[in-house]
């Protein structure tokens, strides 16, 4: 089994990446919370992996960090999740927003990743319930009401998780709703 591959980075196509360890070329998908946090081609990375061999072929897929790998492999186990799936669930949010929506039981927030509808949605929240919250630390999933309900107001107005998260992680500890909703409008609209 392949567990990890360091070595450098060659070409960058998202979902996929190709990875040259010592003249071999690896092509690994990756969700896109990796692939952001890549380097430029040309430089040495290492991703921690899962391998998957088929009937109709051999798959290895990276991550960044030990909790995305957990989480996709939490992922997979689910019937009727696939590997692509599981991709796209870390594409569309973060190890800790997956499992803050896990704690939460908030299929509205599953919802949002495309692919996922309402019924793998609530599947997804029954099958993972207490598996992820084990594996990470506790601060990423103490996420206050308050938070929660900035983050969803934001995401009502029509912004994306990833720009939402990003005004999110920027207010200060405590703030009210309606300040923290004011305070994340401002550095919403500065980008």
Same mark, same amino acid.
Request: charged share 20%.
């Given at each position: 089994?392949?567990?990890? *591959?360091? %070595? &450098?980075?060659l070409?960058?196509?998202p @979902?996929q990446v190709? #990875? =040259?360890?010592?003249g071999l070329?690896?092509?690994v998908d990756?969700p896109?919370s990796?692939f952001?946090n890549?380097?430029a081609a040309?430089e040495?990375?290492?991703?921690? &992996?899962?391998?998957? #061999?088929?009937?109709? %072929?051999?798959f290895?897929?990276?991550?960044g960090?030990?909790?995305?790998r957990?989480a996709?492999?939490q992922?997979v186990?689910?019937?009727?999740?696939?590997?692509?799936m599981?991709l796209?669930v870390l594409?569309g949010?973060?190890? %800790?927003?997956l499992?803050a929506?896990?704690?939460?039981?908030d299929?509205?927030? *599953?919802?949002?990743? @495309?692919g996922?509808?309402k019924k793998?949605?609530?599947r997804?929240? *029954?099958?993972?319930? %207490?598996?992820l919250?084990?594996a990470? @630390?506790?601060?990423?999933?103490?996420a206050?009401?308050?938070q929660h309900?900035? *983050?969803?107001?934001l995401?009502?107005?029509?912004?994306?998780?990833?720009?939402a998260s990003?005004?999110?992680?920027q207010?200060?500890?405590?703030?009210s709703i309606? =300040?923290?909703?004011?305070?994340a409008l401002k550095?919403l609209s500065? &980008?």
């Amino acid at each position: 089994m392949i567990g990890r *591959l360091s %070595g &450098t980075l060659l070409e960058k196509n998202p @979902p996929q990446v190709l #990875v =040259d360890v010592h003249g071999l070329g690896y092509e690994v998908d990756v969700p896109m919370s990796t692939f952001y946090n890549l380097p430029a081609a040309g430089e040495t990375i290492s991703l921690l &992996t899962h391998f998957v #061999v088929r009937e109709d %072929g051999q798959f290895l897929y990276g991550f960044g960090s030990e909790a995305e790998r957990f989480a996709f492999r939490q992922l997979v186990k689910i019937s009727g999740v696939g590997a692509r799936m599981a991709l796209s669930v870390l594409s569309g949010l973060s190890v %800790g927003d997956l499992a803050a929506a896990i704690a939460r039981q908030d299929a509205g927030r *599953l919802t949002k990743v @495309p692919g996922i509808g309402k019924k793998t949605a609530e599947r997804l929240l *029954l099958e993972l319930k %207490g598996k992820l919250a084990d594996a990470l @630390p506790s601060a990423a999933l103490a996420a206050p009401d308050s938070q929660h309900d900035i *983050l969803n107001a934001l995401l009502a107005l029509g912004y994306n998780d990833r720009e939402a998260s990003a005004a999110l992680k920027q207010l200060p500890a405590g703030v009210s709703i309606p =300040d923290g909703i004011r305070q994340a409008l401002k550095l919403l609209s500065k &980008t």
